[in-house]
């Protein structure tokens, strides 16, 4: 199985090691070195906000799959640095 690249984004400085797609809304979260980034692919692959409070590698990423707003959507982060973090869009920050 051969598969087709549909879009390439320039989405960090360092590697991006994680990543999680929304399962009904057009978003998708990328995690790299210290940093979470939030996009919108109906929008052109915006990055509507990006998000820090990890000191290390982000490891995973995943959305709350019963949000159903891009301004309402909650995700839980795991990194190198030993944490766990549930971050919220409305509040625009980690919890």
């Known amino acids: 199985l051969e598969l087709d690249e549909v879009k390439t984004i320039e989405a960090h400085q360092h ?3 994680s990543f999680s797609v929304h399962p009904s809304l057009p978003l998708l979260l990328s995690g790299s070195t210290q940093e979470i980034k939030l996009w919108d692919w109906e929008k ?3 990055c509507m906000r990006t ?3 990890h000191t290390g ?4 990423v995943m959305f709350n799959p019963q949000d159903d707003s891009p301004e309402d959507i909650t ?3 795991v990194a190198l640095d030993g944490t766990a973090k549930v971050a919220s869009y409305s509040l625009y920050s980690i919890l």
Request: hydrophobic share 55%; no cysteine.
């Open 75 to 77: 995700f839980a982060s």
């Open 15 to 17: 590697w991006v090691v």
């Open 57 to 60: 590698m982000i490891e995973g």
């Open 44 to 46: 052109g692959w915006t």
């Open 51 to 53: 998000f820090r409070g």
